[in-house]
Structure formats: structure tokens, C-alpha cells
Nanobody, 115 residues
């Protein structure tokens, strides 16, 4: 069973930066889209950003210009560089790997931005 292991969350002051990583526990072939979602208390999970196997990216309007997604296919890893963090970015962040018609999810990592 493949697991996605996230790291890099934590507490940061507003304006600061964090880098999240998500790696598969074993090699996965043919990963299509990799993405990051987040869920704040009392809110639904939302898509933050995603990157296709061809490197095409999309971002939620709320994070454009501040967050950058990247992937390393050889390492089955996706990254999320978060700059200029705001208190409203506080949430549990989840990574997702789409493989054919199945989505793998990470366990979530807490990101807390203090004002």
C-alpha cells in the first residue's frame, strides 16, 4: 500500500515562508496530477494548487504570486513553497497524487500563521 508522507508544516509569523514536501513511500508509475489541498477549521477542503505530469500548474486566486508548486518525478515528490504567508493561510495541508483514476492522499500537515 502506497502512503504519502508530508513534512514541513509548522508555526510561522505573517510574512514568513514555509516549504512543504510530500513523498510517496514507494515508487509509483504514471502519476498524473500532483496537488495540494487545504482545510481550515469549519471550512471545506479546497484546492490550493496542482501540477500535471507535463508541468502545467494552476493556483487558487488566493495564493497566486505567493505559492509555488513543483515536482520531482524521479523521487515521486511534490513540493509547495509558500511565501508571504498570511493568517488566512492557516489550515491543514494535504497532498494528493492522481494515478489513473485513483487519488492517493497524505495524512495532512498543520500550517499555522500568526499575525
Amino acid at each position: 500500500q502506497v502512503q504519502l508522507v508530508e513534512s514541513g508544516g509548522g508555526l510561522v509569523q505573517a510574512g514568513g515562508s514555509l516549504r512543504l514536501s510530500c513523498a510517496a513511500s514507494k515508487s509509483i508509475r504514471s502519476i498524473n496530477t500532483m496537488g495540494w489541498y487545504r482545510q481550515a477549521p469549519g471550512k471545506q477542503r479546497e484546492l490550493v494548487t496542482a501540477i500535471t505530469s507535463g508541468g502545467i500548474t494552476n493556483y487558487a486566486d488566493s495564493v497566486k504570486g505567493r505559492f509555488t508548486i513543483s515536482r520531482d518525478n524521479a523521487k515521486n515528490t511534490v513540493y509547495l513553497q509558500m511565501n508571504s504567508l498570511k493568517p488566512e493561510d492557516t489550515a491543514v495541508y494535504y497532498c494528493m497524487f492522481q494515478v489513473r483514476s485513483y487519488n492517493y492522499w497524505g495524512q495532512g500537515t498543520q500550517v499555522t500563521v500568526s499575525s
